[in-house]
């Protein structure tokens, strides 16, 4: 379907002792030492994670899951106030989900905790409306294993965008062809900011943004919270929305 992308893998539930349920047949990724994913380890404290599901069986399981993990504080959905995390998890997001992204956004205001959703497929319209009430961050549910859940909670809470780049490079093509008829407004980014707002809609990092425009990344950091703080806008992926809805990206 066009304009969508689709996993078909399921989330299995496993029942046993511990009541675990991965959240993907994925295996975790693990060090030399079979302690877990490199990239976190040694944190210094658990990230805070309320779990919110489309239906009663991926909730618990993930929620089975997440409890048995040191890295994690598993929050209640009614004790939401103290997540430092949202993760959002649904087969496909619909005009339903959005919805309850929305009333989750008013409910706080727009100063709730951000919103990871881990999905089987999203369109770009759906995507757009997710990052407009507090998304930060997309996982595909076959490679929603705990590392990378973990992983990019740490990445969202650092005030990056973690989502795969061949959803992005998907979102931005598709935008681009709905956006060739229109009459684009004028932009309110520089040259600087378009080109560093390209580079983060492919999915760069800023380091690898610092290498490619020959700046230092403190440069590119400077350039994105200069964007976000003058636009008012709420984080690096709501930049990109931006960037894309001007028609610049």
């Known amino acids: 379907m066009k304009g969508v992308i689709a ?6 539930v496993r029942s046993g002792t511990g009541g675990r349920a991965h959240l993907t047949a994925v295996p ?12 976190v380890m040694h944190e210094p404290r658990p990230v805070a994670i309320t779990v919110r599901a489309a239906d009663a ?17 598993l929050v209640p959905w009614d004790e939401r106030q103290r997540a430092e995390i949202v993760l959002v998890l649904d087969h496909a997001v619909t005009d339903a989900t959005v919805g309850r992204l929305q009333d989750l956004f008013e409910e706080t205001g727009g100063e709730g905790p951000p919103v ?16 407009r009430f507090g998304v930060v961050g997309v996982l595909l549910r076959r490679e929603a294993r705990y590392s990378t859940v ?3 909670a740490r990445k969202a809470l650092s005030g990056e965008a973690p989502m795969p780049p061949a959803l992005v490079r998907t979102v931005v093509e598709e935008l681009r062809v709905l956006q060739s ?13 378009t080109a560093v707002l390209r580079l983060l809609a492919e999915g760069l990092s800023t380091l690898e943004i610092a290498d490619r425009l020959s700046y230092s990344e403190r440069t590119i950091k400077s350039v994105l919270h200069e964007v976000t703080t003058r636009l008012k806008l709420r984080n690096r992926t709501h930049a ?3 960037g894309i ?3 610049v990206v």
């Open 116 to 131: 990871l959703l881990v999905v089987d497929e999203i369109s770009e319209r759906h995507l757009l409306s997710a990052v």
């Open 57 to 73: 069986i991926t909730g618990e399981g993930a929620e089975a899951y997440l409890s048995g993990a040191e890295a994690v504080l």
């Open 7 to 12: 996993v078909t893998s399921p989330v299995p």
């Open 150 to 152: 973990l992983l990019a």
């Open 240 to 242: 990109v929305a931006y």
């Open 245 to 247: 809805r001007k028609g």
């Open 181 to 193: 008829s229109a009459l684009l407004r004028d932009s309110d980014l520089t040259p600087r900011e």
């Open 28 to 39: 975790a990724a693990r060090t030399p030492d079979g302690t877990g994913h490199p990239d």
